[in-house]
Nanobody, 117 residues
Framework: QVQLVESGGGLVQPGGSLRLSCAASGRTISFYNMAWYRQAPGKQRELVAHITSGGTTNYADSVKGRFTISRDYAKNTVYLQMNSLKFEDTAVYYC???????????WGQGTQVTVSS
């Protein structure tokens, strides 16, 4: 019942910034844990950032200090602010919503982020 649509990806130079948005529809995601994943060509999908329904965050070591995940409960939207972008950040970024009880797991379609000079 939850649809997730990512936006905000694009081409950015190293050191630049980008903000990704994940807009949820169908029902509120206030009680869902949300996460951003990314997948680079030939590599496994990896967790980038996670935020609980209560707002607690954690990050992959590779992005810690550079990326910030946040959520706007009123807008039913999750964001990923990406600063100081590196070539290694190039990937398709996916939004994920998880409810544990009962279990539900939703994914967005992904948005491409390319860091290139």
């Amino acid at each position: 019942q939850v649809q997730l649509v990512e936006s905000g990806g694009g081409l950015v130079q190293p050191g630049g910034s980008l903000r990704l948005s994940c807009a949820a529809s169908g029902r509120t995601i206030s009680f869902y844990n949300m996460a951003w994943y990314r997948q680079a060509p030939g590599k496994q999908r990896e967790l980038v950032a996670h935020i609980t329904s209560g707002g607690t965050t954690n990050y992959a070591d590779s992005v810690k200090g550079r990326f910030t995940i946040s959520r706007d409960y009123a807008k039913n939207t999750v964001y990923l602010q990406m600063n100081s972008l590196k070539f290694e950040d190039t990937a398709v970024y996916y939004c994920n919503a998880v409810r544990l009880i009962p279990k539900n797991d939703y994914w967005g379609q992904g948005t491409q982020v390319t860091v290139s000079s």
